[in-house]
């Protein structure tokens, strides 16, 4: 670390957490390493809108949006007022409460797939929830998976039997430590779009896999035709298809990938952006799939927890009402064609494109080194810009004007210092941080 004044209490702050937090931080996304460490805000005191405040005081636009949590902007005056009336009413009880049902009917207007619904509080677990079901329906124990899915051990148990499975997955070197070992093989990788690769696993396991799990696309659409033969293959073998929306739910449409592209899996994960940063994940799928649940041992205290309830159900009323992801379509559609605009005036051998709701920048250059050097002066620099982020954009609606404006003029300065760094071969001189450290990696583009 080679932090400045500008950002001292945030890495004070580090040191003190790595004293008594093993690894400093709750998720990996939020170590100083995945950004430019030593420059980049480590820790937040406040946000509203589409900005933070770090503990030194200086201001960021949030273009992560929270992790991906918020959709609707930071203290979100509708959904926080509706929190707060909900926490004057109490917020846990020893009974049930209506809004259970009132969100499912919510999700099940507005999900595809959805013909019944249970919860969970966050994404990582409900994936595990969606996993634990497919077994349990199907009566088989593998299950094949595309992109990332959190934490569990059905998820980490892919590295029990190829130390490597997890690799372009999320990033390389996962050691599964503390998955039993007997659960080496029960999870198999399989690549995005490509059928022929899917079919000849399912082929290989007849009749023994429970489950395909997958991200429907993340920041690129999948193949043509590509989701709709994944969903014939799994009709074909018995399989429950589970799209996990954990990332990719709400932003393109509010019903999710699934209706933007008219494809339906038997089940779809959704947290996150569900609740506008309120803890709550859903599990929705077909009747057929969901009843057994009934019979199944998936029950937890903070499932009831009526502040996410109400949380996500304003979130969505409001993402209907407020029309959030044709806003988002235009706001990235923006975005890309301004910061194409700035590289063009810069010289600079970058592209912004993507999908809209979720531009990123791609560095023109075959050289990974060289591309790890300029995304990692790219972060380390729009830091000091105010501009918090990676290389790409996770969009919410309470970005607007300002902040394309504050983001597309810094970039253009960043760019220019970028290719003078490049022609005059001064990159790691303009370099004050360790490169970022890989990001999580999906093959699901
Ligand atoms: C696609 C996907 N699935 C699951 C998760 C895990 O969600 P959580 O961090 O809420 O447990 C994430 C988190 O980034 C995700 O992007």
Not at 314 to 337: C, M, N
Not at 432 to 440: T, Y
Request: proline letters at 5%.
């Amino acid at each position: 670390m080679n932090e400045d004044g500008r950002v001292r209490r945030s890495y004070d702050l580090y040191r003190r957490a790595l004293e008594l937090i093993p690894g400093g931080t709750q998720l990996i996304s939020r170590r100083p390493t995945r950004y430019a460490n030593g420059v980049s805000p480590v820790f937040a005191s406040r946000a509203r809108g589409a900005r933070f405040w770090d503990v030194d005081g200086n201001e960021y636009i949030d273009w992560v949006s929270g992790i991906g949590a918020i959709i609707l902007g930071y203290c979100d005056p509708v959904v926080d007022e509706a929190v707060r009336r909900q926490m004057a009413s109490g917020t846990m009880y020893p009974i049930n409460h209506e809004l259970e049902i009132e969100l499912a009917e919510e999700l099940v207007r507005t999900i595809p797939c959805a013909e019944m619904v249970r919860y969970a509080k966050c994404g990582g677990e409900a994936c595990a929830m969606a996993v634990r079901i497919a077994r349990g329906v199907t009566g088989r124990d593998l299950v094949l998976f595309c992109g990332y899915h959190g934490w569990h051990d059905w998820y980490l148990a892919a590295n029990l039997a190829a130390e490597a499975n997890l690799d372009p997955h999320l990033f390389p070197g996962i050691d599964p430590t503390g998955v039993p070992r007997a659960l080496a093989g029960t999870a198999l990788p399989f690549p995005s779009g490509d059928l022929a690769v899917l079919g000849q696993l399912l082929d290989d396991h007849k009749g023994q896999v429970a489950a395909v799990i997958m991200e429907p696309l993340r920041s690129e659409l999948p193949p043509a035709g590509y989701l709709d033969g994944v969903c014939k293959l799994c009709r074909q073998h018995g399989v429950v298809l589970i799209f996990d929306e954990v990332s990719s739910g709400f932003r393109i449409r509010v019903g999710g990938v699934q209706e933007y592209l008219g494809v339906m899996p038997d089940m779809a994960v959704f947290a996150k952006a569900i609740s506008n940063g309120y803890p709550m994940a859903a599990v929705v799928g077909r009747r057929e799939v969901m009843e057994p649940v009934g019979r199944m041992f998936i029950s937890s205290t903070y499932w009831s927890d009526t502040i996410g309830l109400r949380a996500a159900l304003t979130t969505i009323r409001e993402l209907k009402r407020r029309e959030v992801p044709a806003y988002l379509h235009r706001l990235g559609s923006d975005i890309q064609r301004r910061l194409n605009e700035a590289a063009e005036a810069t010289d600079l051998a970058v592209r912004c494109g993507g999908l809209s709701v979720h531009p990123s920048l791609q560095f023109q250059t075959p050289d990974a080194a060289l591309k790890s050097k300029l995304s990692t002066l790219y972060i380390q620099e729009m830091a000091k810009r105010g501009c918090h982020g990676y290389t790409s954009f996770y969009l919410n609606a309470a970005q607007g004007d300002a902040e394309v404006e504050q983001t597309v003029s810094a970039a253009r300065e960043v760019f220019a210092l970028m290719q003078e760094g490049l022609a005059r071969d001064t990159l790691d001189r303009l370099l004050e941080c360790d490169l970022q450290q890989d990001a999580f990696r999906r093959l699901v583009r």
